[in-house]
Every structure is written in C-alpha cells, then in structure tokens.
C-alpha cells in the first residue's frame, strides 16, 4: 500500500507539471493493474477544490496563493469554466439587491472591489461602464426607491436617483419615468478572468484533474474520503450496475464548487446530516442576441425593476460592443445525479420565448425592431428556493452544519456569484483553514 500511495503523489507531482492536466486518466492509464488487482487506491491530499468554475478557482487561487496550501481541481468537464461560469451576464454587480448583511450583500460589495482591483493588475478586460435600473410605470417608482435604500445600506457608492430626462440624456433611447444610476456596475471577461485564476493557482503547485468526478464519499476515522471516477467511464456507465470509485482520495479540506450539482453531490457524502442539505431547484435564463444594429442603442447597462427568480429582462453589452437581452426565468425540473455531474442540463433556447421577450424590451427601449431579437444562449440558475418562494442567499457550509468534517458546501451559488467569486474564495480561506 505504502508503495501505491508512493506512485499516487508521484503521478500527483507529475499532474503538477503538466498544463490543463487529465490526472485521473494519468493515474488510471499507468495503474491499471493495481487497480485490478486489490482494493481501490486511496491517497492523503491537503486541499481538494471540486469544480473548476469561476469561484472553485477563485479559491483554489487564494488557498495556492495566498496560504501557501498543496491544492487538486477535480473538474468533470475537459476544461475549466464550461458551466454557470460561461452561461451568465458577465456583469460585476455593485451589491444593490441583497437584504442588508447577506452574503449576497457582502460578498459581492467586496468582491466588487477585489475584482476590479486584480483585473486591474492583471489586464484583464473589463469596464466600468455602469447600470442604470429603470422604473417603466409610476407604480414602479417605490420600488425603485427600496432598491437605493437597500443599496445605500450595503455600502454601494455611486448611487443617483434620476428623473426620465436626465436618464434620457445619458442613455436617448431609453424610455422610462425613473431611474437609478449605479456607476460602480460593470462587465468583465470573464473567460480571461478565469484564465487568470488558474494560471496564477497552477504557478502556485496547485494541479488540476480534468475529466475527473466526485461521484461523492464517506467519512472514516474523522476523515472524508472522497470517490473518484473518470468522465468517461460515468458516461458508460449502463445506470444499474453499482459505480465503484476508481480512486478514494482523503483531503484535510474539500471545498465542494460543483455549481449546480453541489447540492446532489452534498447528498451522496455517506453520513452527512442529509436534512442539513436545502433542495435544488433550476431557473433556466435564455438570452437573445440585438442583430441588424448599425451602433448598440444603449452605452451603460439597462436592468428592469427585479422579477421572481431573476432580475428581469435587462440589456447587457459584452466588452466588443454586442448587445444581449435577457435572461428570462423559466424553471424547468432536475436530473439525475450522475448526469448532472456530466452536465447534461438542456441549454437550448426556445425561439419563441422571443414574444415575451420584445413585450418586456419595449417597455423600456420601444423602438426595438420586430424580427431583431435572434437566440443566443442559455444559463441555469443554481437555485435554493422554487418559484414563488423569494430569493434565498448563498449557503456556506461547515461541519458545524452537516457534521463531516474538512468538508465545506457551497450551495445557491447564483447570481451575483461571478462577482462575489474573490470574496468567497477570501471568506473560505479565514474561515476553513486552521
Ligand atoms: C443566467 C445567469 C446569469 C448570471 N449573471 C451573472 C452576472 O452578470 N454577474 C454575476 O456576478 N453572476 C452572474 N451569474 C451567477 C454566476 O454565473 C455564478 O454564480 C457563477 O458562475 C458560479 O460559479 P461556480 O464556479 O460556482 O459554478 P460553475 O461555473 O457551474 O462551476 C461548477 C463546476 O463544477 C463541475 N462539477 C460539477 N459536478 C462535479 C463533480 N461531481 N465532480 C467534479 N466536477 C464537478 C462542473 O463541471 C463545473 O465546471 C449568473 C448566473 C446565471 C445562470
């Protein structure tokens, strides 16, 4: 066994080593027989990431980075980032929505400021380019007025409440009766964001593990043990036949990013307080694409009074100047497990949900064009509560919660979660690591 565990950190030094590394199918490859010939390997790791999202590498970046600890990305995709983390608006929120000293509230003030800031160092496009949320009817105005308040308590600056003809000023095409203008909203690349994340973790020894699911775990002798499984043999697997693990690896810290599946994975940890746990629950936001434009009609970002599940179809601008319309929120039911790990959620986007879609615009940009709204894509959000429920915040999780110690959960990693990703990551490392 000593020998085993021996080859196992060498093939872990070696991951290391190798760029966008698939170490499963490393070890796999090269321990074939091993792994026929007696009991599944195990392995002592100090830090295990599940998930190579925006914020499974925001973390893997601070514990690498900024602690000093020997960090493994288990990631089931081939790549990083293929999940929520390229599926979203690619806005840096300000911190306006949030119920006062939420996570949500906190987590993106600060990880607004962290975010401009490393972009900042690290040339990483983005732009400031500011949001104005529009009140369309005279009944919308108190609520408009909530938002200010809510935001003036979170500490955002750069709010201004602005009558119709000032906001017509900034942005003519705009129609509304009020609007609040928030000038610390902005967008990012998020693509070289993560980029960025991951060269600077891999610079600091941590190794990523492609094509490589937690499949979930136990907990032995107050250790967790995680179940490793390759991408490719889940998606073989025939669903009757019992999934043995491939690997067991034993972490002091696992930190469980997996997105949308965090919660079902969080389930099939063996002896967790199950109840501990909050359901899942999906809201799909498709996104149109402004075709046939000379010039994008507006310069700063354009958000509606919030609906149930999202914050309304708004107009968002990426860093070439393409303007986007949406999302929308359309709940639509869970999948099993093992093809969620696979990411196996249906992202289409139904041409149809256009209809709805020119209705809502208009309210606030009435000349959009019939026929100029064309499907772009689609996101899901990563929900904690169904539909009329209101919005619930991000759940963080400990043993103090659901009993199993060095494991952590985060849960309902929606929006702003691209925003807050620094923050949590900073919030993971003071409040996990001893
Ligand atoms: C439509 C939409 C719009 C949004 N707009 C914004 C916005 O403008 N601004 C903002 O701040 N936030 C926004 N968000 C939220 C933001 O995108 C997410 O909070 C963020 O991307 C979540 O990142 P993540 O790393 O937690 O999840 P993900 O990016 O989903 O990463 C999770 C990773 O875990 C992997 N994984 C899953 N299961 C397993 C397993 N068992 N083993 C190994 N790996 C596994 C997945 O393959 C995936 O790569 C939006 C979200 C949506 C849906």
């Not at 400031?128 to 009817?137: E, N, P, R, Y």
């Not at 889940?234 to 930190?255: F, M």
């Amino acid at each position: 066994m000593i020998k085993q565990i021996m080859l196992m950190r060498r093939m872990v030094m070696t991951a290391r080593n190798m760029k966008a590394s698939c170490l499963f199918s490393t070890m796999k490859g090269r321990n074939e027989s091993v792994i026929n010939n007696s009991s599944t390997i195990k392995e002592k790791v100090d830090c295990v990431v599940i998930g190579a999202g925006v914020v499974g590498l925001a973390i893997a970046r601070q514990l690498s980075v900024k602690n000093g600890r020997d960090v493994l990305v288990l990631e089931a995709a081939s790549t990083f980032g293929t999940g929520t983390s390229s599926r979203n608006s690619e806005v840096v929120h300000a911190g306006i929505y949030y119920p006062t000293n939420s996570l949500k509230a906190r987590f993106c003030v600060r990880g607004r400021e962290m975010l401009y800031g490393y972009c900042k160092e690290h040339e990483i496009p983005y732009k400031k380019i500011g949001k104005l949320i529009v009140a369309t009817g005279s009944s919308e105005i108190p609520k408009l007025n909530v938002l200010m308040n809510q935001g003036l308590q979170n500490g955002v600056d750069g709010l201004k409440m602005m009558e119709s003809c000032e906001a017509k000023i900034l942005e003519p095409e705009l129609q509304c009766v009020k609007a609040l203008l928030s000038s610390a909203s902005g967008i990012v690349d998020t693509h070289s964001l993560m980029l960025s994340l991951l060269g600077e973790a891999e610079t600091h020894g941590t190794s990523f593990s492609y094509n490589t699911i937690v499949t979930g775990g136990y907990l032995k002798e107050n250790h967790i043990h995680l179940h490793i499984s390759g991408t490719k043999d889940l998606e073989n697997w025939d669903g009757r036949s019992s999934l043995h693990p491939e690997l067991i690896l034993i972490p002091r810290l696992v930190v469980n990013a997996a997105g949308l599946s965090a919660p079902v994975l969080a389930k099939r940890f063996s002896g967790i307080n199950c109840r501990a746990i909050p359901g899942s629950y999906y809201a799909r936001g498709s996104y149109f694409t402004l075709t046939n434009i000379k010039a994008p009609p507006f310069k700063r970002l354009i958000y509606p009074i919030p609906e149930d599940g999202g914050l309304g179809v708004h107009v968002t601008l990426d860093l070439n100047g393409q303007v986007k319309f949406g999302p929308d929120v359309e709940w639509i039911d869970g999948i099993d497990d093992i093809a969620s790990f696979l990411n196996k959620f249906n992202y289409s986007v139904c041409a149809d949900r256009a209809n709805q879609f020119y209705s809502e615009i208009k309210k606030y940009y009435p000349d959009l064009k019939d026929g100029s709204l064309e499907p772009s894509y689609a996101g899901i959000r990563p929900k904690l509560s169904g539909p009329g429920q209101g919005s619930v915040d991000f759940v963080i999780q400990g043993e103090e919660t659901h009993g199993t110690p060095g494991l952590v959960n985060l849960l309902g990693i929606e929006s702003p979660g691209l925003t807050s990703s620094m923050a949590i990551a900073e919030y993971i490392a003071a409040r996990f690591l001893k």
